[in-house]
């Protein structure tokens, strides 16, 4: 009993130090790729309030790629992937507005194409997290998946077709639109809302309803923005560039929040229940 109960203890140690390497090794990666993405640093003035808000944008999503992926270790298994998916959508964003950062300092001009890349990438996958949510507390199928994913494309899509010149600018404005209203009614009415009323715990419900109402809220400054920028004109494009990404900073970086939060309460419930 002695040399098991022993060799149990051996086992949970290995492990921990294996997940403090991990997280170690993860976090130093991140901090090594920090010099490399820094370039446009030296050119940045003062007085340049949209670059300003990139490079603060930029540090804010590598950060919270660390914290997320740090704080998978700290969740139950059923919530890593949620965890892990929120890494990805602030690591990839925070990768592109790196990019778009010395577009903007070195030619003054709006990156769009790099912007709408991190969009057709971290987009579906924030859609993703509802799924994997509702997926965690085991009442998730499907066809809630596709929806959601053939919503987000049928919302972007048309949008950088517009706004890169190949269709019509009130066209794509239009199909993107319809895209969006289509996910509104999945997440609130649909399949996916009445699951996440009727089954999640109260700390999910609050999550959940926090989440669909960033998609509603913060995701509407990006049809505004569209429609003041590219069919009144009226917009500054510096003023829209600053609203943009602050925009992003929400609808990522608070949106995984919601998940953290949601994974880590129903994590600490679940340890209190087994003590």
């Given amino acids: 009993m002695i040399t098991k109960n022993g060799h149990d203890k051996t086992s949970s140690f290995s492990l921990n130090q294996i997940n403090i390497n991990l997280k170690m090794i993860a976090t130093a990666f991140f901090l090594l790729m920090l010099p490399n993405f820094a370039n446009a640093a030296a050119n940045l003035a003062a007085d340049d309030f949209v670059g300003i808000s990139f490079w603060l944008i930029s540090m804010a999503l590598m950060a919270a790629t660390v914290f997320f992926l740090w ?17 990805l959508v602030t690591f990839i964003a925070a990768v592109h507005y790196f990019y778009m950062r010395d577009v903007w300092i070195t030619t003054q001009s709006t990156p769009t194409v790099y912007r709408y890349i991190d969009w057709l990438l971290t987009v579906p996958l924030l859609m993703i997290e509802f799924y994997l949510i509702l997926r965690a507390i085991g009442v998730a199928k499907a066809g809630i998946f596709w929806r959601l994913l053939i919503g987000t494309l049928v919302m972007l899509i048309p949008g950088y077709m517009a706004e890169a010149g190949f269709l019509n600018i009130i066209v794509g404005f239009v199909i993107g639109m319809i895209g969006w209203l289509y996910i509104l009614y999945e997440i609130f ?55 943009y990404n602050f925009a992003d900073l929400v609808n990522k970086v608070a949106f995984g929040l919601l998940i953290w939060y949601a994974a880590t309460s129903e994590s600490q419930g679940l340890a209190e229940k087994q003590v």
Avoid: C, H
């Fill in 189 to 243: 009415f649909g399949e996916a809302g009445k699951a996440a009323e009727r089954e999640a715990s109260p700390a999910v419900k609050y999550a959940y309803k926090a989440m669909r109402w960033i998609v509603t809220v913060g995701w509407a400054i990006y049809p505004i923005g569209f429609v003041l920028g590219y069919m009144t004109g009226t917009v500054d494009q510096d003023a829209l560039n600053i609203v």
């Fill in 71 to 87: 704080e998978t270790q700290s969740v139950t298994a059923k919530w890593k992937t949620s965890l892990v998916v929120s890494g």
